[in-house]
């Protein structure tokens, strides 16, 4: 792989909802399958989908399962090579952990948000960083309404927002995530 020193999160928990209460979304199946082929496309290590509730990761282990089974290859052989990539994670401590102990370091850690902090980093920049290889990373997307800031702040840096062509940038976060690993990992650059 390429990129195996880059790893991403969906956090489905802590996220926010439109009050600003923090809360746990409910996993969206589309997310499975949506981020796991860019994952997979640009190469990344693992794609974690952090849950707490045992029921909803029943209904993702379920998925990933059936994709990895012989009828699922049969199926849709590319989509057991998507699901390799994901692992389930109860918490964003157990990514942090999990990618500590495969890699032997710390993880610089990347939020999203379609809004700036004073520790935004451009594209640009963290694709340049990406490339030297001398650091693993992890780019954390969230759901809901976001990831709540107390998190934000702990992280390294928090990626400059998507802008479209105008002032509304509320994507959903499988769009996001494709849109993010193409600008950082793509070959194809302008």
Request: hydrophobic content about 40%; charged content about 25%; glycine content about 4%.
């Amino acid at each position: 792989m390429v990129n195996d020193h880059v790893f991403i999160a969906l956090l489905h928990f802590p996220a926010i909802d439109r009050d600003g209460k923090i809360i746990i979304t409910s996993f969206t199946t589309m997310d499975l399958h949506d981020i796991a082929r860019p994952a997979r496309a640009y190469e990344i290590n693992t794609y974690y989908i952090v849950h707490p509730v045992d029921a909803q990761r029943a209904v993702i282990r379920k998925q990933i399962d059936y994709w990895s089974s012989e009828e699922g290859l049969k199926t849709n052989p590319t989509r057991a090579e998507t699901v390799k990539l994901i692992k389930l994670a109860y918490n964003f401590e157990e990514v942090l952990k999990d990618i500590q102990n495969a890699r032997g370091r710390k993880p610089v850690v990347v939020g999203t948000d379609a809004r700036t902090y004073p520790n935004t980093l451009s594209y640009e920049d963290l694709r340049k960083e990406i490339e030297k290889k001398e650091k693993d990373f992890l780019i954390v997307f969230g759901t809901g309404y976001g990831i709540p800031p107390d998190l934000m702040r702990t992280f390294d840096y928090i990626l400059e927002p998507i802008y479209g062509a105008g002032d509304w940038n509320h994507l959903s976060v499988r769009n996001a995530c494709a849109i993010i690993l193409d600008r950082l990992l793509s070959r194809n650059r302008c």
